[in-house]
């Protein structure tokens, strides 16, 4: 399966973007999906997770309240909605698919395909 990253850009403190992530290739309706990011010097970190019927949803603590991730299997996308962005939410955006999904969601070996980054950078 191929992902492509998308939405991402400059923000000011406090506002919003969607990132989307179109699929193609093997059927995306029976895929999880996730969110990671990476700031500069740091390690990839965990930021959601949603299963293929979109009845199990994950955040990493530091996102919850803030961003929303969702799919649509009709269109093959996946979603990452934030908001109240902050300037530590700069990092390069990936998002991933699994084949399984299991209690390790925030590792980044649960996943088995991953799309091109899309950096979003929050201005102060």
């Known amino acids: 399966v191929q992902l492509q990253a998308s939405g991402g850009g400059l923000v000011q403190d406090g506002g919003s973007l969607r990132l989307s992530c179109a699929a193609s290739?093997?059927?995306?309706?029976?895929?999880?999906m996730g969110w990671f990011r990476q700031a500069p010097g740091k390690e990839r970190e965990f930021v959601a997770t949603?299963?293929?019927?979109?009845?199990?949803?994950y955040y990493a603590n530091s996102v919850k309240g803030r961003f929303t991730i969702s799919r649509d299997n009709a269109k093959n996308t996946g979603y990452l909605q934030m908001n109240s962005l902050k300037p530590e939410d700069t990092a390069v955006y990936y998002c991933?698919?699994?084949?399984?999904?299991?209690?390790?969601?925030?590792?980044?070996?649960?996943?088995?395909?991953w799309g091109q980054g899309t950096q979003v950078t929050v201005s102060s």
């Open positions: 991933c698919a699994a084949r399984r999904l299991t209690g390790s969601y925030a590792r980044l070996t649960e996943y088995d395909y």
């Open positions: 290739g093997r059927t995306f309706s029976s895929l999880h």
């Open positions: 949603i299963n293929w019927s979109s009845r199990n949803i």
